[in-house]
């Protein structure tokens, strides 16, 4: 067995209950054993045997540790872009217009069925080195712009691909109900028909780790989500949901109703809404990218999932129309200044309370038995991550065990 050690670092462990805020170790040491972590405390307290086995060293040099970062809600795989949305919108238009005019949604559908696979994986590949350049080890990649069996195959297998060429693992979700593609106009039941279909195929070709749907006057009612939901119950699939982000439907208790990994957006969310997530263990993810760019004002209810403790994740959102995003330390900021939350809320929301909304026990925090999946910072103390704009004081991500 060969052990490496990390000394001479400050390790924010994001341990849940644990004394210092974060997890705080002064003057700490990781011992990683292949992919996982053997060891993780004060350097003091080592024992020196264990010391002795290490056979490779690294001294961090000063550097402050966190788990690698997880960015557990984003729409990647997409062809083209919005800017031209995004000038229609500063003209006046409102994106629910957009949606309506057969815009939004839709056109970054026609773009990613007319991307090849291979022009796919060019596209969404830029902006994951955007992700990966600041420490994102895991990430959640979302279907929803195919819309259609091969074309929701075809971004659930770049999203695979992006996983498989790059030092991250990348969790697929099937958004099949995302938006009403253009053959069903009119026939949103029976789309959800073909979305059932498409979910039994894709899961069957080992494509789907979890199910997600849009509950939105603009895209599926309570019902309809209910039956994607009992489908994905069906193949033994978590589900989770775009709930409640421009108004309450009470997708929210819909979701908790199937024991949702998460709920995710949550502006409307109510107080009963909260409490259905508290007793399902469901995580609200917050995303605050989408918040900034549609400029929302109605805020989510942050003190109400706090007093409900629901644990509270932060996320990109990647996605062309809502949050052309891939700054997962930008989002920190964001969830700091425009939702209140406090930085150490805001690093548990892309660490432990993310890996929760993906179902992943074994990662999201530096502790023996977990992922060796971390992050070395050119920064003194942990908040320096949510409070600059722009910088990124990323020096090394340890990925598996190794150098990334
Ligand atoms: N909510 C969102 O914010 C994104 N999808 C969703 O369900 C927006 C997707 C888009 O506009 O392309
Ligand atoms: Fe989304």
Redesign the pocket.
């Known amino acids: 067995m060969s052990l490496t050690l990390w000394t001479n670092c400050r390790a924010a462990t994001m341990q849940p209950d644990a004394a210092q805020p974060y997890g705080l170790i002064e003057q700490a040491a990781l011992v990683v054993d292949g992919a996982t972590l053997h060891w993780v405390g004060a350097e003091p307290e080592l024992p020196a045997e264990l010391r002795r086995r290490c056979t490779e060293r690294h001294d961090a040099q000063g550097a402050l540790v966190t788990p690698g970062l997880i960015d557990c809600h984003t729409?990647l795989v997409y062809g083209g872009d919005?800017a031209e949305e995004f000038e229609l919108r500063l003209n006046g238009a409102s994106y629910e217009e957009i949606a309506r005019r057969g815009g939004?949604?839709a056109s970054?559908v026609r773009a990613t069925r007319q991307a090849s696979a291979e022009e796919l994986l060019r596209q969404s590949g830029a902006r994951l080195r955007g992700l990966l350049a600041e420490g994102v080890t895991t990430l959640e990649i979302k279907s929803g712009y195919g819309l259609a069996l091969a074309h929701e195959r075809k971004a659930l297998q770049v999203a695979r691909a992006l996983g498989q060429g790059h030092p991250v693992e990348v969790r697929t979700t099937f958004l099949g109900a995302?938006a009403l593609p253009p053959e069903f106009a009119g026939a949103p039941d029976a789309y959800v028909d073909e979305v059932l279909r498409m979910l039994g195929l894709l899961h069957g070709e080992g494509l789907v780790d979890a199910v997600d749907a849009?509950c939105?006057r603009i895209?599926f009612s309570p019902g309809q989500v209910e039956r994607v939901f009992e489908a994905a119950r069906q193949l033994g699939l978590p589900v989770k949901l775009?709930a409640e982000?421009l108004s309450d439907s009470a997708g929210a208790q819909l979701a908790a109703r199937f024991g949702a990994l998460s709920c995710d957006?949550l502006e409307w969310l109510s107080e009963a809404g909260a409490a259905a997530m508290a007793a399902a263990g469901s995580v609200a993810v917050l995303?605050p990218g989408?918040f900034y760019f549609l400029r929302e004002t109605k805020l989510p209810p942050v003190e109400a999932l706090r007093r409900h403790r629901v644990p509270i994740a932060v996320s990109t959102?990647c996605?062309?129309?809502?949050?052309p995003c891939t700054s997962l330390l930008l989002m920190l900021n964001m969830a700091c200044t425009l939702f209140r939350l406090t930085p150490e809320e805001a690093l548990a929301g892309v660490t432990r309370h993310a890996a929760r909304a993906l179902g992943l026990r074994d990662r999201g925090v530096l502790a023996a038995g977990m992922r060796a999946d971390f992050v070395l910072w050119d920064v003194q103390r942990p908040a320096q991550l949510s409070y600059a704009l722009g910088a990124n004081p990323r020096l090394a991500t340890v990925y598996r065990g190794a150098l990334a």
């Open positions: 729409h919005r939004g949604i970054t995302h849009f939105e895209a775009h982000q957006h995303l989408a959102d996605n062309p129309g809502t949050s």
